[in-house]
């Protein structure tokens, strides 16, 4: 007899997101400074390098973390997923920390990789209502898009996720910070992709503020999705342990 795959353990899926949190902010800090190096000048350019190299690198970190903790990497999602009850509540403080101090090391990874100081607070202003709107904007999308994603075709999640941040780079004014963690690591990072930090607190604010919305709208939609499949699968008086089952996911 085949033995049973084991579940991750905590320590494991903790390690995940760690690590994946910190190979996420190597990507998206280290390739916004060779992009900047290389463009000669053309912030245009150095943007189309930043966003291919981080939607590449959300799409394989999340297939190659997914399986062990979800592959989060943003305490957004974390949040947002145990309000729709497929997280447990009691792991939240465990998961943050992760990404937060994965996120951190990810920025000095990058920085010792570029041979700049480990540590260095950004100058680059990211503020006014258009930035706080693309924020909310970006956050709500994201989250919109794993929530449905993850109830119609979970093995989709990660080109979804990766297609998603990659056209977001572009169509929002702040360039789609769209995870708390990101946003506090780079702030230590006066580079390319830094935040300054007196502009931290709104960029939060309106990153829970849009997964909450997001939460909220898919919790609605797919509940309205199972009342007309129940409907249409289900005669009367009837109500099968598949349907029970499809309303648990």
């Known amino acids: 007899m085949a033995d049973t795959p084991q579940e991750p353990g905590a320590s494991q899926r903790l390690a995940a997101e760690a690590v994946g949190t910190m190979l996420l902010l190597a990507a998206v800090v280290g390739s916004g400074v060779m992009g900047e190096r290389l463009a000669a000048g053309n912030v245009a350019l150095a943007l189309l390098a930043n966003t291919f190299a981080t939607g590449a690198a959300l799409v394989a970190l999340i297939l190659t973390f997914g399986p062990v903790s979800g592959a989060h990497f943003n305490p957004a999602v974390t949040l947002a997923m145990s309000l729709c009850a497929r997280f447990p509540r009691r792991e939240i403080a465990g998961?943050?920390?992760a990404q937060i101090l994965g996120a951190l090391a990810g920025v000095a990874l990058a920085h010792l990789m570029f041979e700049l100081p480990v540590i260095s607070v950004s100058r680059h202003p990211r503020t006014g209502a258009g930035q706080l709107l693309s924020?909310?904007?970006?956050?709500?999308?994201?989250?919109?898009?794993?929530?449905a994603t993850a109830a119609s075709r979970p093995s989709s999640v990660p080109f979804a996720v990766g297609a998603y941040i990659t056209a977001a780079y572009w169509f929002t004014?702040?360039?789609?910070?769209?995870?708390?963690a990101v946003t506090l690591a780079r702030c230590l990072s006066d580079t390319f992709t830094g935040i300054r930090p007196s502009?931290?607190?709104?960029?939060v604010l309106a990153q829970i503020l849009g997964a909450a919305a997001a939460t909220g709208f898919c919790s609605w939609l797919q509940a309205g999705a199972f009342a007309s499949r129940s409907r249409t699968a289900n005669p009367p008086g009837?109500?099968?342990?598949?349907?029970?089952?499809e309303h648990r996911s």
């Open 95 to 97: 998961y943050v920390t």
């Open 135 to 147: 924020e909310f904007v970006a956050a709500f999308g994201l989250l919109s898009v794993i929530c």
């Open 173 to 180: 004014a702040s360039t789609s910070f769209a995870n708390p």
């Open 199 to 203: 502009d931290v607190p709104g960029f």
């Open 238 to 245: 009837e109500d099968g342990i598949a349907s029970g089952r």
